[in-house]
C-alpha cells in the first residue's frame, strides 16, 4: 500500500510540476495578487475632489476651508459661486465631497452659538464618502478645542480619546494582507484538487485508475498531497511578503497558525475533490470551484465584519473553512493569540475535512465502480 501511494503521489506532483501555466499559477499569481491587494484594496481615502460654496466670506470659514484644504486626503479644491453648479459637478462624479457654509458662519461661530456648516456626499461612492466625511468631522472637532481654548465665550465640550488596540494607525494593509495569506492558500489548494479527477477523466488516464489496485482511498490521498505541498508553500509565501514587504508585524506563534494551515488546507481539498469528482472535464471542475469560491469568501468575515451579517447566515457562515482560519491570521498577526483560542478554531476545521473527505471518497468510489 505504502508503495502505491508514494508512486501516486509522485506522479500527482511531477504532473502538476511540469506544467509552466500550473507552475506559475504556484508562484507567480499569489506575489501578483498579494501586491495588487496590498495597494490597491484598502478603504483608506485620498485624492479627494472637494467642492466649497461659501456664503459667509467670514473669518471663520476661511479658517475652516484653509483647513480642509491643507489636508492629506484632499487632491483637489474646487470653490464655487452656489449650489446649482455643485449639483451639476457631483451629477458628472468630478467632486466626492461639498461643503455649503452658510451666510451667518462666522457670526454664529463669533457669538458662541451652534454654527452649521452643510456637508453634501455622493452617495453612489457610499463608503469612500463616510471615510471623508469622518476625516472632515475630526477638522472641525479640531478647529472647536482651538476655539474653546483661545475664547472665552466657548465652552470646551467633554472628548472622548481614543485608542485603537492591535492596529494603532488603522493600517489597512495590517488587515488585507495577513487575510490573503488565507484566501490564496484556499484558492491554490481548491484549484489544484478540482481539476485533479477531472483532468484524469478529460485525458483518457481515469480508466487506469480503474484497472490499478489503488483503492479509492489512497487515490484520495495522493491527489490531496499536492494540494497540501502547494496551499501550504502560497501560505508560507504570503505570509513572508507581509512581514517583509509590507512590514505587517507578526506577534503570535509561527508554529502554531503553519500547524492550523494544514487542517484549513486539508479541509478546503476535501471541497475540491468532491467538485472534481463530479466534474467530467476541467472546465466544468473550475466552474464549480469558482462556484463555490464566491460565496465562501463573502461569507467568512474576510472583506466586511462577519457579525453584521444576518444571524441565519452567521450559522452558515461556519461552516466556512476560510472564516475559522481567518481568525486564527489575524489572531497571530496582530496579537499573541493563544494556544486555546486557535485549538477552538481548529477543531472545526477537522470536522470539515472529515466530512469533505469523507463525501469524496464515496463519490470517487462510486466513480471506480
Do not use: C
Not at 460654496?53 to 483637489?76: C, K, L, P, Q, T
Not at 462666522?106 to 452643510?118: C, E, I, K, M, T
Not at 490531496?224 to 514587504?245: R, S
Not at 496579537?335 to 486557535?342: H, I, N
Amino acid at each position: 500500500m505504502l508503495g502505491r501511494l508514494l508512486a501516486s503521489i509522485r506522479k500527482e506532483i511531477l504532473v502538476f510540476l511540469r506544467d509552466p501555466k500550473v507552475r506559475g499559477m504556484l508562484f507567480g499569481l499569489p506575489v501578483m495578487q498579494v501586491l495588487v491587494f496590498g495597494f490597491a484594496a484598502t478603504l483608506e481615502v485620498r485624492h479627494v475632489d472637494l467642492a466649497i460654496v461659501n456664503d459667509d466670506a467670514g473669518r471663520w470659514s476661511r479658517e475652516m476651508i484653509s483647513r480642509a484644504s491643507a489636508a492629506s486626503f484632499v487632491g483637489r479644491v474646487v470653490h464655487l459661486d452656489n449650489m446649482e453648479e455643485f449639483s451639476a459637478r457631483l451629477a458628472r462624479r468630478e467632486v466626492l465631497l461639498g461643503l455649503h457654509f452658510p451666510a451667518d458662519f462666522s457670526r454664529d461661530v463669533a457669538l458662541g452659538r451652534p454654527a452649521n456648516v452643510q456637508v453634501v456626499i455622493d452617495g453612489r461612492r457610499a463608503n469612500a464618502g463616510q471615510v471623508a466625511f469622518s476625516y472632515m468631522t475630526a477638522i472641525a472637532a479640531g478647529l472647536g478645542l482651538e476655539l474653546a481654548g483661545a475664547e472665552p465665550q466657548f465652552v470646551t465640550p467633554p472628548q472622548a480619546e481614543v485608542r485603537h488596540w492591535f492596529n494603532p494607525n488603522l493600517n489597512y494593509r495590517w488587515f488585507m494582507v495577513p487575510n490573503l495569506a488565507a484566501t490564496l492558500s484556499m484558492v491554490i489548494a481548491l484549484m489544484i484538487t478540482g481539476s485533479s479527477i477531472s483532468r484524469e477523466r478529460e485525458l483518457g488516464t481515469f480508466d487506469q485508475l480503474l484497472i490499478s489496485p489503488s483503492t479509492p482511498l489512497e487515490i484520495i490521498v495522493s491527489k490531496t498531497i499536492p494540494a497540501l505541498l502547494g496551499g501550504g508553500i502560497v501560505g508560507i509565501l504570503v505570509v513572508g511578503v507581509a512581514i517583509f514587504a509590507f512590514d505587517v508585524p507578526f506577534y503570535g506563534s509561527f508554529a502554531l497558525m503553519f500547524a492550523a494551515m494544514f487542517p484549513f488546507i486539508l479541509s478546503v481539498s476535501g471541497v475540491g475533490l468532491l467538485v472534481s469528482s463530479l466534474a467530467n472535464t476541467q472546465q466544468q471542475s473550475m466552474l464549480g470551484v469558482f462556484l463555490i469560491l464566491s460565496p465562501t469568501i463573502m461569507i467568512s468575515g474576510f472583506a466586511t465584519p462577519f457579525e453584521n451579517m444576518p444571524e441565519w447566515l452567521q450559522y452558515i457562515g461556519q461552516a466556512s473553512p476560510l472564516k475559522h482560519f481567518l481568525l486564527i491570521v489575524q489572531g497571530s498577526f496582530l496579537k499573541s493569540m493563544p494556544a486555546a483560542d486557535v485549538w477552538s478554531n481548529v477543531w472545526p476545521l477537522l470536522i470539515i475535512a472529515a466530512v469533505s473527505f469523507t463525501t469524496a471518497t464515496l463519490f470517487v468510489q462510486r466513480r471506480l465502480q
